[in-house]
T-cell receptor, first 108, second 114 residues
Framework: AQRVTQPEKLLSVFKGAPVELKCNYS??????LFWYVQYSRQRLQLLLR??SRESIKGFTADLNKGETSFHLKKPFAQEEDSAMYYC??????????FGKGTKLTVNP | DAGITQSPRHKVTETGTPVTLRCHQT?????MYWYRQDPGHGLRLIHY???????DKGEVSDGYSVSRSKTEDFLLTLESATSSQTSVYFC?????????????FGQGTRLTVV
């Protein structure tokens, strides 16, 4: 079974502080992992995917297969990063499942 | 925005009535998904489709059925709506590829069952 766990419902940091949003997964095969973001009054959209090893808006995420984790990090949070963040996993059947989400608030 | 629209955007219905939500895409993507979004539960997969007439259940499929008779439309039906199905429903589309293809989401349908 595919499962994604985001242990923090809410995360609040000050502007300029580092931020880490945690994501752990359960899947017996080789998963495809993603981070999606939903800004206020906007559609859910892709932030980044593990296979690309990219940095988007200063965010990075590294897949750690040993710890089955895909944590999202940013060294210096900005107020515009305030949003709902979802970690997602796709197994071989194209079934795409999401975690419960973490609401990030960046305070001025 | 990707060519994906959901209708209706808002609906209020009575308990026990059937309700159908529509997801329409103009991208010709193979995969389509229906999710519900609830506070504290995040996005939960209801059903998904990997082609015309090919569908499968997600995590919370009880009380829901889907149909996909053509590539562009994916219908979600609540057979007999209950108050627990009050939620925001999102449709997503996705192209096949060498893994890790992006899912594009609709704007959501807010359904209230009274």
């Amino acid at each position: 079974a595919q499962r994604v766990t985001q242990p923090e419902k809410l995360l609040s940091v000050f502007k300029g502080a580092p931020v880490e949003l945690k994501c752990n997964y359960s899947y017996s095969g080789s998963p495809e992992l993603f981070w999606y973001v939903q800004y206020s009054r906007q559609r859910l959209q892709l932030l980044l995917r593990h296979i690309s090893r990219e940095s988007i808006k200063g965010f990075t995420a590294d897949l750690n297969k040993g710890e089955t984790s895909f944590h999202l990090k940013k060294p210096f949070a900005q107020e515009e990063d305030s949003a709902m963040y979802y970690c997602a996993l796709e197994g071989g059947s194209e079934k795409l499942v999401f975690g419960k989400g973490t609401k990030l608030t960046v305070n001025p | 925005d990707a060519g994906i629209t959901q209708s209706p955007r808002h609906k209020v219905t009575e308990t026990g009535t059937p309700v159908t939500l529509r997801c329409h895409q103009t991208e010709n993507h193979r995969y389509m998904y229906w999710y519900r979004q609830d506070p504290g539960h995040g996005l939960r997969l209801i059903h998904y489709s990997y082609g015309v007439k090919d569908t499968d259940k997600g995590e919370v499929s009880d009380g829901y059925s889907v149909s996909r008779s053509k590539t562009e439309d994916f219908l979600l039906t609540l057979e007999s709506a209950t108050s627990s199905q009050t939620s925001v429903y999102f449709c997503a589309i996705r192209a096949p590829g060498q893994g890790s293809t992006e899912a594009f989401f609709g704007q959501g349908t807010r359904l209230t069952v009274v």
